[in-house]
């Protein structure tokens, strides 16, 4: 049985900073592009940071600079490094691993993340 489990969110201060983490069981974690995504109330889910398999990295625009996506593969464990949040990132925020595509791919039940004063 798949599973990815997200932890490290919660409430925190404009410009603090969080680390996501994302542990996945019941697959081959080396051969699995993994991801971060997030959903705003009342907006679509956005792609946030992709990490694949030889460690090549790509960002959204919006949070380029302040977000680090890495993995250790021997931990089955993909991190989310968010510095200089904005009230903006407030969103739930879920972990991906695909092979071939998103879609087709293992989903996190997602963990909440707040930037408020």
């Known amino acids: 049985q798949v599973q990815l489990v997200e932890s490290g969110g919660g409430l925190v201060q404009p410009g603090g900073s969080l680390r996501l983490s994302c542990v996945a069981s019941?697959?081959?974690?080396?051969?699995?592009?993994m991801g971060w995504y997030r959903q705003a109330p009342g907006k679509e889910r956005e792609l946030v940071a992709l990490?694949?398999?030889?460690?090549?990295?790509n960002y959204a625009d919006s949070v380029k600079g302040r977000f680090t996506i890495s993995r250790d593969n021997a931990k089955n464990t993909v991190f989310l490094q968010m510095n200089g949040l904005k009230p903006e990132d407030t969103a739930v925020y879920s972990c991906?691993?695909?092979?071939?595509?998103?879609?087709?791919?293992?989903w996190g039940q997602g963990d909440q993340v707040t930037v408020s004063s």
């Open positions: 990490i694949n398999r030889s460690g090549r990295t």
């Open positions: 019941g697959i081959i974690f080396n051969m699995y592009v």
């Open positions: 991906n691993a695909y092979i071939r595509t998103v879609t087709d791919g293992y």
